[in-house]
């Protein structure tokens, strides 16, 4: 299996599964150019993702990696849509 076709499958299964498990923090995508993309811009770009990431596009849609907001310190936004994904500190 490419690496290309693991990662579109990686990409599938956030679609399918958008929180994490234990935890229930919400997972989202880091693009090559390193972007963060909620799940719903996922599912929504789903088909504009999945070709990317499958035929290596390089145009801000191509999915690095899943990682998930239990992961993340600081405030971190959707490039695509600017929705909170993890929300910064109150202090």
């Not at 399918?16 to 693009?31: C, D, L, M, S």
């Not at 849609?61 to 310190?73: F, K, L, R, S, V």
Request: charged share 20%.
């Amino acid at each position: 299996m490419s690496l290309n076709v693991a990662k579109a499958a990686i990409l599938k299964n956030l679609v399918r599964q958008p929180y994490a498990w234990p935890g229930g923090y919400e997972k989202f995508v880091i693009t090559k150019d390193g972007g963060s993309i909620c799940h719903k811009c996922c599912a929504a770009e789903f088909k504009g993702m999945l070709h990317s990431t499958l035929h290596s596009m390089a145009d801000g849609w191509e999915c690095e990696m899943i990682w998930d907001a239990g992961n993340i310190d600081g405030p971190l936004h959707c490039d695509h849509c600017a929705a909170v994904i993890v929300e910064g500190d109150a202090a």
